[in-house]
């Protein structure tokens, strides 16, 4: 137990900093931590922690997903406007955005493995062509309302726990499973320490890098999903925020940027910590857009942090 | 000598009697991506002049170049981070911040200078943060940029929350005028072109192009990588700077996001224009090629009557599609300057 919290403690002290941040809210305002809110905040950290369960298991191989917030954007645009409001082609609308998104990162991982194309410059171009593809088809114009489902899904809640929360437990489940116990994250963990190395072991880090790009296209499709039936309608530029924060959340988490460590449990802390952040900072004041400020300075420190980490564990070898 | 293909693939010592063979040689060695992006901004070039009605003057020209001044600012900077096989996001950060200050604290000559001073200066101070990062505790570029980026963007939409507000007609108008009966955005890039060939001479230059093509060999030949890859970022922020002051220019307003649609084609022009993504290759001279690409391109899509947004997607593919492009030419180039070798 005492060697497990060892091992794992950049994610005690995520959560360490969720229940500082959770405290500090209800002494500057109290009952900021009321059960009503409580479920506002949760809502709204599901979606970074969609975005982030991509962006980690991308960032896990060393890589990076930009094309992340208009692929999130593109499912929300196309899921109001082919649903028209009706909750009953959510049924085939889903599944199909969701392998839509799947396809967006089946075509970054090839051209990542494949053609040799770094990850930032495929998935930054992706990203463009995603973004030209939209405004094309939009006309720059908005999408329309989001079926009543949706907004079920997103805002609804059983007793005191909100829906999409329960969604994100059977995620957070599956991904720790999925890292933990099964050959799939044994691969992507060694992809991440040394693909060399992987290689000689006669494990096809290629397989590994396609499927965590495909991966990370099915969570941001979802999550524009969710995001979409949370504010009851769909516009242009929904997506942006959630570059940054997806990658703040990871760092957050104490996943190394060098890929081979981490895990989901601490990037959904993380995801919780910058929630409570975009809850605290009005209350002090301050504008929302003082939360990209703190998103880039929680980047820096977080992977400052790791790299003297890394440092350390070089040494000590 | 340093950025051509030739560094590493000699084709051997040639006696007179083989002279053809040493030029054929030497042709093949020289790197040829930024000759095929001038043929390829030529190529857009004359469809753009076929589209249009009328001749072509100078003017026309300057305009041209002036659409396209801030881009290649940028991309000036860009392409030497991607000398030294890094990457610059938080240019984006920088130019969105540049406008949004030029917009709301511009108000005479006298105020106009001072901020175009603070905005240079925060230009170098952001690439002094990404360098010291980068160079000195050996982190990722990307990652760190993308931080900056965030930073810089958060710090633009707190100056100025939307677009909007105005610089003096005075400012903006440097832009569009002449000097000597030419445009002085033509005289701007003149004067970069003229800058980099110069830089690129003097030992600063040496050392990037050595930092980018071996790292640990520069180190081993006594070069400090930290200092090269510190003066890299801070050229590459100071440039953004710039860009930010010709974005003003040319839209006589700030826009706190202007910054992060310009990270994208800064990138596609560099590699458009021959610079090798992995470091050590390439130079200002084939970017400007691919800035002019990109910029005719907007404007051959303009000309066409196509929805602009054919851009954002045509920049994305052109991106995708150059690095292919290059690698594939260049792994033929090695290909038959080995053959030619031996």
Known sequence: MKSLLARNRPVVAAYALVLVLAVAGEIIAPGFLRISHVDQLVIEATFTAFVALGQGFVILTGGIDLSIPWVLN????????????????????VPLLLAGGALIGLVNGLGVTLLRVPPIIMTLGMSSVVEGALLLYTNGGSGGNAPSADVYLATHRWGPLPVVGLVWIAVLVAATFALSATPFGRRLYATGLSRRVTEFAGVSTGAVTVAVYVISGVAAALAGIVLAGYVGQSYLGMGDPYLFSSVAAVAIGGASILGGSGNYV?????????ALLAAILPILGLPQSALEIVYGCVILVAISVSSGRLGRRRESL | MIDQVGSSVNAGPGSPRRGTRRLLGRALNSDLRPAAAWVLALAFFLTYAALQPGTFSVGQVGTLVADGLALATLALGQGIVILTAGIDLSVGGILSLGTALAATHFTGTGSALTWSVVILAI??????????LIGRLGLQPFIVTLATWS????IALVVLPTAGGTVPG?????ISDNTAGVPNA??????????????RRTPVARRIYAV???????RMAGVNTARTLLTTYMISGFCAGAAALFYAMMTASGDPTAGDGLILPSVAAVVIGGTSLFGGQGGFIGTIAGVLTLTILGDVIFALNLPSYWTVLADGLLLILAVLAGGALHTLQLRAARRNAS
């Open chain 1, 74 to 93: 593109g499912a929300a645009v196309l899921l109001t406007t082919f649903a028209g409001g009706s909750s009953a082609k959510m049924a085939w609308l």
């Open chain 1, 266 to 274: 601490g990037t959904t802390a993380g995801a919780l910590v910058l």
């Open chain 2, 123 to 132: 230009g170098v101070g952001g690439g002094a943060v990404n360098g010291i």
């Open chain 2, 151 to 154: 930073i810089f963007d958060g």
């Open chain 2, 170 to 174: 005075g400012f903006s108008a440097w």
């Open chain 2, 186 to 199: 033509i005289w701007a890039l003149v004067v970069m072109a003229a800058l980099w060939l110069w830089f």
């Open chain 2, 212 to 218: 980018g093509s071996d790292r640990e060999g520069a």
